[in-house]
């Protein structure tokens, strides 16, 4: 049995007997299943450097190593390539190129598959500076930040964090502080305004104790204060009030009317003053709102087409609730403003298919040429509700057994027969057959019996002397057939009264 890839080679196959010597050569290849010899493996580096995750395989045929990552074939880019000994190049690695990768060795005889998983390391680092930050106090003297971020990139897959301060903190002034403004003290009362009636006497102070600076709250409460002082009544002439609000509209909606009044109270005459001039009361047109206008619909437009156009669809139309539209708090329109019905019920065709080939029958004959065939049905699906029919022939013929029939051989008639080895004293004679009638051809079976056909002739003895004979033998030796070999003899007679024959073949192989 062979088992080493030593085993493999060229052998030599040599026969030898007395006849000869025959020597055959061939090549031995031994295939194997690929094995992996130098395994991948498990990589961790820094984002940007280049990886090489090693991965060899031995077999025959040599196999063939391919790439992929999670189950999905590595496509060749500007970043990723197999190098020629089956390596896998990652070039610039990025965070993104953390995964496991898969290395395959395939031949004929089967594939074997390894895994290694690539962590790409991501250093963290910092984003600019962030704008300053509002001053801790809104005037005077204070202190302001600002920060930046470890996400520039974020460290990642045991990356390291930014080293340095994410915050920095510096000193900010503000505006002038405000100052709130604070009354200063009354001043003495002044003299009443009126000789009659009510008069008004009147004191004054400032905000300037300490006045507003720098944006500060101005002084709460009045600068001056009036109060009523009287000597004698004084005539009062009646004054119209302000208007009172208007009545409600007559009406809900639409146009009506509504009226207002007002008093003279404002004051009201006194001391024997005189009373208001002019009408107490007044008089508008008015309209609360516009009255509200229910909805109405609209007629239904036609028909739009059907969603098929068989096996059954729908079909829908529509109203506006626009005649009117609802308006000013009417009610809108009452039903559906769409109807579906249904459409195209009747069935839709089915176009016949041809359902698989069968498998192919007999041969008719079994050489010179014959036919096979093989059949399929329009039943996958067949033609339904005026459907097409399936295009094409169901029936397939091609030629089989084309090989020519095998021919027995068959002889040819006997030759004349050939002149006779002695012309007395007993000789022979030869005749022979071709098997050429016709002759065997692809692997038909020979000729059966003898090819030649020996007889005696002029058997009388000849006067006297010594007699000479010819003949011939046909067989086989060391199983290597000799066709028709020569036979010579002399016949002599003895003193003592009998016959001496010798004889001699030629003619034999190896002899």
């Known amino acids: ?62 196999p063939k190593i391919e790439w992929s990552r999670q189950g999905r074939p590595l496509l060749a880019t500007n970043r990723f390539s197999t190098l020629s000994n089956g390596s896998l190049r990652i070039s610039s690695a990025q965070k993104e190129d953390t995964s496991e990768y898969e290395c395959v060795a395939r ?40 920060q930046r971020q470890c996400n520039n990139p974020l460290p990642a897959n045991g990356g390291r964090h930014c080293a340095g301060l994410e915050t920095e903190t510096r000193g900010c002034q503000g505006k002038p502080c405000p100052v709130d403004g604070n009354w200063s ?15 008004n006497r009147t004191r004054v102070r400032t905000c300037s104790d300490p006045p507003v600076q720098h944006g500060g709250r101005p002084c709460e409460g009045k600068a001056v204060e009036v109060i009523m002082c009287s000597v004698r009544p004084c005539p009062v002439s009646g004054n119209w009030g302000s208007w009172l609000p208007w009545s409600q509209c007559s009406e809900t909606c639409g146009k ?46 036609s028909w739009g087409a059907c969603s098929v156009s068989c096996g059954g669809g729908t079909r829908q139309r529509t109203r506006l609730c626009a005649s009117p539209a609802p308006q ?60 097409r029919a399936c295009a094409g022939a169901d029936t397939q013929i091609q030629r089989c057994s084309t090989a020519n029939c095998p021919v ?69 030796i060391n199983d290597i057939e000799f066709g028709i070999a020569i036979l010579n003899s002399t016949i002599t007679d003895s003193k003592s009264g009998g016959r001496i024959i010798k004889a001699t073949i030629s003619n034999i192989p190896g002899l």
């Open 328 to 387: 000013h708090g009417g009610r809108q329109c009452e039903g559906n403003d769409v109807h579906i019905d249904f459409c195209n019920s009747d069935p839709c065709p089915i176009s016949g298919n041809w359902g698989p080939w069968s498998s192919w029958g007999g041969c008719s004959k079994t050489c010179n040429g014959g036919q096979m065939r093989r059949y399929r049905t329009c039943d996958n699906p067949r033609p339904a509700n005026g459907g």
């Open 185 to 199: 003290d009354w001043s003495l009362w002044e003299e009443c305004s009126r000789t009659c009636g009510q008069g």
């Open 1 to 62: 049995m062979l088992r080493r890839g030593e085993d493999a080679g060229n052998y030599m196959c040599v026969a030898t007997n007395d006849a000869g010597v025959v020597e055959r050569s061939v090549t031995l290849t031994l295939q194997s299943a690929p094995t992996i010899i130098v395994e991948p493996v498990e990589t961790v580096v820094d984002a940007g450097t280049t990886v090489l995750l090693k991965c060899q395989a031995e077999g025959e045929p040599t």
């Open 256 to 301: 009506g009317m509504q009226s207002r009044i007002r008093l003279c109270n404002n004051p009201p005459p006194a001391f024997e003053g005189p009373q208001c001039e002019g009408t107490d009361t007044q008089t508008q047109v008015c309209k609360e709102r516009p009255c509200p206008v229910d909805g109405k619909f609209s007629s239904w437009v």
């Open 408 to 476: 027995d051989g068959n002889w040819g008639s006997w030759q004349p027969w050939g002149e006779c080895s002695a012309s007395c004293g007993g000789g022979e004679r030869t005749r022979v057959r071709l098997c050429n009638s016709p002759s065997s051809s692809n692997r038909g079976r020979l000729c059966p019996g003898d090819s030649s056909q020996l007889s005696k002739c002029n058997t009388p003895a000849c006067p006297g002397g010594p007699q000479t004979a010819r003949g011939s033998i046909i067989g086989n």
């Open 107 to 146: 031949n004929l005889l089967g594939s074997v598959l390894v895994r290694v998983t690539l962590t790409v390391r991501v250093h963290g680092g910092f984003s600019e500076w962030a704008e300053w930050g509002p001053c801790s106090v809104s005037c005077g003297v204070g202190a302001q930040k600002r």
